[in-house]
């Protein structure tokens, strides 16, 4: 496996190169965001300039050009997933709207009494929208716990049962890091009849994803967390479960015939892609997708694993410091939420700014998990093509700066 050169990657990456509070950024914020390198931000700046126009509607040569390139991410996604048909493929405006639409779809099946099971570790946008399915439909929404920091797969296969109609649980946790076994989990999902959804929002940027083996009837992710642009992301549906979808808004685009009263649908993907959709969005992603795939998901995995086995043996010596997640740092990804004696995180992440790292602090839109946890909040570091070793030791150097100011306090 050939390895990142990550200071010809940070050359890509101009916002990088500055200095934050008298330091240089270390921009440790990656499962928020991850920034963008000038050939996605020089696709999107050239599809502006030189090919924008309307997508699918006209004949004119710009347009043409522009729905010929957006089709081509869509073409470059399907690979990239490696989905079996680019009508599998329908762009969103982000993980969120992904699990909301197939949430809604669930609505349309659901009965009093028939089960949803999602883990303690969503985020808020797959939890959110479970809740009102069960909710408006009498089903009802289940919780699979943890053991040892990590998804209790024995408390997984007592949840999920004959009862059970949809699994919905996320590849990688946005605040333990946890590598969750999304493949195996599909198995159990379709040992009872349910379906398997996955939030792939935290895994996709960071990880060869190969949808057709996983098994998974729903996939979703974002594209502002894996070098492309915000306001566009993908669900991944299988072909037959899309077809029996009603597509969730309505409007141009996405019809064939309209008449006074009735109307009907164009094939898949355009059924669900109602109204302009985001063309430079989407062609940012595309060139995204072309970035991360020259260099590798396979050799981003492995230099963020490297990473990880840098990073966690340094940390762990920090006395006061509590990590979150899994105990074995090979189920980890680039994440690590961390808090610092009875400090409070958001002052944490304030100090560690200070020091010109970038981490976030709070709940991470996971309160159940923050919750369940008994934290009131966490900081959390997490990593991505650009980061170095350095990086790491200025972090570790941080967070000890950070508690012997604070150690007159609490520690
Ligand atoms: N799921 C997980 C695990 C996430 O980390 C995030 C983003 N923090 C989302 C879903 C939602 O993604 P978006 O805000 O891009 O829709």
């Given at each position: 496996l050939k390895k990142i050169d990550t200071q010809k990657i940070r050359k890509?990456?101009?916002?990088?190169d500055q200095i934050v509070n008298d330091e240089p950024l270390v921009y440790l914020d990656n499962a928020a965001t991850t920034q963008k390198p000038t050939q996605v931000l020089d696709v999107v700046r050239a599809y502006y300039e030189q090919d924008n126009a309307n997508v699918h509607r006209g004949v004119h040569t710009l347009a043409e050009r522009a729905t010929a390139d957006y089709e081509a991410s869509r073409d470059k996604v399907r690979a990239f997933i490696n989905a079996g048909s680019r009508k599998e493929v329908l762009f969103t405006r982000g993980t969120t709207t992904g699990l909301n639409w197939v949430a809604r779809f669930a609505q349309e099946s659901l009965k009093v009494g028939d089960e949803i099971v999602i883990s303690i570790m969503e985020h808020h946008s797959n939890v959110i929208p479970w809740q009102q399915a069960a909710e408006k439909t009498g089903a009802v929404l289940k919780y699979v716990y943890l053991k040892d920091g990590i998804l209790d797969m024995a408390d997984l296969r007592k949840k999920i049962t004959d009862k059970t109609k949809f699994v919905s649980i996320t590849h990688?946790?946005?605040?333990?890091?946890v590598i969750n076994p999304v493949k195996e989990i599909a198995q159990i999902a379709h040992e009872h009849g349910a379906i398997m959804v996955v939030d792939g929002a935290q895994s996709t940027p960071h990880m060869t994803i190969d949808v057709q083996d996983l098994d998974c009837d729903f996939f979703a992710f974002s594209g502002h967390k894996m070098a492309g642009p915000t306001g566009i992301g993908v669900l991944y549906g299988k072909e037959a479960l899309l077809n029996k979808m009603s597509p969730v808004e309505f409007g141009?685009?996405?019809?064939?015939f309209v008449y006074e009263q009735t109307a009907t649908w164009k094939e898949l993907p355009w059924k669900f892609e109602a109204g302009t959709p985001n063309i430079a969005g989407s062609i940012g992603l595309g060139a995204a997708v072309d970035y991360l795939t020259e260099i590798g998901m396979d050799t981003i995995h492995a230099h963020e694993a490297d990473l990880i086995a840098y990073i966690m043996p340094k940390l762990r010596e920090i006395d006061g410091l509590t990590i979150y997640g899994p105990l074995d740092d090979s189920l980890r990804a680039g994440v690590i939420s961390f808090n610092l004696g009875d400090l409070h995180p958001h002052d944490v992440a304030t100090a560690l700014d200070m020091e010109g790292v970038a981490v976030r602090a709070g709940h991470h839109c996971a309160q159940p998990l923050i919750n369940y946890l008994d934290v009131p909040a966490t900081a959390r570091a997490s990593f991505y093509i650009y980061n170095t070793y350095e990086d790491c030791d200025k972090l570790v150097s941080a967070i000890k700066l950070t508690k012997e100011f604070f150690s007159n306090g609490t520690l």
């Open positions: 890509d990456f101009p916002i990088l990688v946790s946005n605040v333990l890091g141009g685009e996405m019809i064939d």
